[in-house]
């Protein structure tokens, strides 16, 4: 619900669902050093947290110039590469580790009974094989004063694909 109240800010990228990845890549290293205060105008702050996940993903969205749709495919179309938000945490001074799990909703739990090999599951595919991952750092501060500080590119690898099969089996 917060996507209809947020208005653009300059430093929005607009680069939209059909942006090939050297346009994606160009607005995400603009993004790093960046907070979330900084990208758009909007009250992230004063809200119940238990309302608004997937907030900050959607504050991503409109930096990157996407319209809210409900398209199951990916979120960059052209690239095929799913957008996620995702925090990290700070322990013992320096190490950097993710605050949470990856994850995918809404997946069709008979297709995936029915499924030999994960990767087969359409909504795995779509939603899970290429991602872009903006990280934050979750210092326990005001989500206005996250800053962003890595993206990535990912897909598993031969050998995570393999634990994730042996996991799912």
């Known amino acids: 619900y917060y996507r209809s109240s947020l208005t653009r800010h300059v430093s929005e990228i607009g680069i939209g669902r059909d942006a090939t990845f050297d ?10 050093g960046h907070t979330v205060g900084d990208i758009v105008d909007a009250e992230v702050d004063d809200v119940d947290r238990t309302k608004v996940k997937g907030q900050l993903g959607e504050l991503l969205e409109v930096y990157y110039g996407m319209d809210n749709d409900n398209n199951p495919g990916p979120d960059f179309r052209s690239a095929g590469l799913e957008l996620k938000c995702k925090p990290l945490k700070i322990s013992y ?8 799990p990856l994850s995918v909703g809404m997946i069709d739990y008979a297709e995936v009974a029915a499924t030999e090999y994960w990767r087969d599951i359409d909504k795995l595919e779509r939603k899970f094989l290429n991602l872009l991952i903006v990280w934050f750092l979750h210092d ?24 994730i099969q042996s996991d799912y089996e």
């Open 23 to 32: 346009e994606i890549e160009a607005a995400s290293n603009a993004l790093l």
């Open 93 to 100: 001074g320096d190490l950097v580790y993710p605050k949470e």
């Open 140 to 163: 326990g501060g005001t989500r206005s004063d996250y800053p962003f500080i890595w993206w990535q590119h990912w897909s598993p690898s031969e050998e995570m694909d393999a634990a």
